[in-house]
């Protein structure tokens, strides 16, 4: 009988053995594979001017999956949505900037299902260019009690510059 | 005789079409309508600490058509390949800088057979935000004299950032 339902479980189609393995809030989320081929939302830059530079100095480019690109039309972000805050370290040449090493890249997903607690967002920092080294902060929580203030925006703060 | 001209014309692909009037080298380049959703290459960004702050400060963006990210790959850019250059003026908030203005779109196309006398790229700046206002400067040929001198990456100056 065991075996008669492995059997049924591998010939089944990857979304329905998704569905019958639910992930559970607190398990991490997957890396966002392609991200870097999703439209570029916008862009900020901390200097060397800025008293957090040291910690956070460096570009910061913000990309959206498809569903988020409609997110950002409407400000109601459908389910699927995924946005990527990509953040890298920076070089200066006499005040020229160019891009260096990656800091960290930051999601956040929208299943509101599995993150009903947080607003249906999930969230999750993987440090430097690893698809699998989680950064221990922020925590989910964290990330939400800053997101949750952002309800009528869809509890995202950036928007699309065009 | 020339209205079955005309209902041939009409009836016969786009493509085609521009096959029977081809452009000329020196007619304005298309403005690349649907950049936004291209590729982001890469950024870099000039600062008030920069000498020509004021003429060229902030964000630059780069943007690939998929013919452009093969060639990002190759070196040997495709017909077809489209790149911009995306300037945008900026913000400063106690260093940390935010996206303001479009300065101009810089636009540089690969067709060998139309651009043949500039190394079969042709280039175009567009004014601000207009799709149809080209600045006067630089001219394609001043922009040829630099991309000339990057013969073994392709004519491209920039290379796109994982």
């Known amino acids: ?4 339902i492995l059997l049924l479980c591998l010939a089944l189609p990857g979304s329905v053995l ?10 991490p989320l997957a890396y966002p594979e392609g991200y870097r081929n999703w439209v570029h939302v916008k862009s900020t830059l901390v200097s060397p001017a800025h008293k957090d530079f040291a910690a956070i100095g460096g570009f910061q480019h913000m990309y959206a999956n498809p569903q988020a690109m409609l997110g950002y039309r409407t400000r109601a972000f459908p389910e699927g949505s995924v946005i990527v805050f990509d953040w890298l370290e920076m070089k200066d040449k006499d005040g020229a900037f160019a891009e260096g090493a990656r800091r960290q890249v930051d999601v956040m997903v929208k299943d509101s299902q599995r993150f009903e607690k947080t607003g249906g967002w999930g969230f999750q920092r993987f440090a430097k260019d690893s698809k699998t080294e989680l950064a221990a902060t922020p925590t989910p929580q964290q990330c ?3 997101h949750d203030k952002l309800k009528k925006d869809g509890m995202v703060l950036s928007s699309y510059r065009q």
Chains 1, 2 share one sequence.
Not at 1 to 4: E, G, H, L
Not at 18 to 27: E, G, H, I, Y
Request: net charge neutral; proline share 6%; hydrophobic share 65%.
């Open 1 to 4: 009988m065991r075996f008669a």
């Open 18 to 27: 998704v569905w019958q393995l639910p992930a559970f809030a607190d398990s």
């Open 144 to 146: 939400f009690a800053c």
